[in-house]
């Protein structure tokens, strides 16, 4: 990736950390008015963000954290003794002369910040594998896919329009919102070919279509008593369990 888009990804990023501490901030001191206001600006540079990944950078299909976080624990550096030993030459495993197994060699035990109980092939394998699956470039979108992109990207932005236009109580925003993620969802359906982590992205997307079940106004009018009556059921019936559901 360019610096350019390194930045931009930067930026997404820091806002989709910090938007729900701004939010809940603005309202505490600024009131509903300025909750109202940081959201829509906060939403606004998102998208903006958002699209010139898509259309200027081909980003294809953008993930949920922008930045994959970093794992720590397959990003351990090897101990200075371990980087001695492999420039050395010294062999690292034991292959049983009966039993074929791989065992790790005793002089070459590595140090306890760095060890594992995989083989040093099968870990070498899967770093080798898993940073090959993260540096795939990503999927080509055709025309349908771009505009199916652009729609999960502005659908924030005409939610919050419809909200000031037709309520917060009003079905019309809930309605707006779930079209537009399902005929989203529904336009890159079609694209096949798609890397490990963009899979995993559109995997997302359609779980988090369960939320419209919580969303109001569903969640005022149908969720809430029934899900109220099974944790009530879960209290009085199930062991152990009321302390929590209550």
């Known amino acids: 990736q360019s610096l350019p888009q390194q930045k931009l990804l930067t930026w997404l990023s820091v806002l989709e950390c910090v938007e729900v501490f701004a939010e809940m901030g603005t309202a505490r001191v600024w009131g509903e008015m300025g909750r109202w206001t940081i959201i829509v600006l906060i939403q606004l540079a998102k998208a903006i963000l958002r699209l010139l990944l898509l259309l200027w950078y081909k980003a294809g299909i953008q993930t949920s954290p922008p930045i994959v ?14 980087m001695e030993d492999n420039s050395s030459g010294k062999d690292q495993t034991y292959v049983g002369r009966r039993s074929s197994r791989v065992v790790r060699s005793l002089q070459n035990t590595p140090s306890l910040q760095s060890r594992h109980w995989g083989s040093p092939q099968q870990r070498e394998e899967s770093q080798s594998r898993r940073a090959e699956e993260m540096n795939q470039p990503p999927t080509p979108l055709g ?15 005409l939610h919050l329009l419809s909200l000031g236009v037709w309520g917060q109580r009003s079905w019309k925003p809930w309605l707006l919102s779930a079209v537009l993620d399902i005929s989203s969802l529904s336009l890159l359906s079609d694209l096949k070919d798609l890397n490990r982590r963009e899979r995993a992205e559109l995997r997302r997307r359609t779980i988090l279509l369960l939320y419209y079940l919580l969303r109001s106004p569903f969640y005022d009018r149908y969720s809430e008593g029934r899900i109220l009556l099974l944790l009530r059921l879960l209290a009085d019936y199930v062991p152990g369990v009321g302390f929590v559901t209550r």
């Not at 976080?69 to 371990?82: I, S, V, Y």
């Not at 025309?143 to 932005?157: D, G, K, V």
């Open 69 to 82: 976080p970093l794992n720590r624990e397959q990003q351990q550096p090897l101990h200075p003794q371990d």
């Open 143 to 157: 025309l349908q896919e771009t505009i199916a992109e652009s729609i999960y990207i502005t659908r924030p932005l």
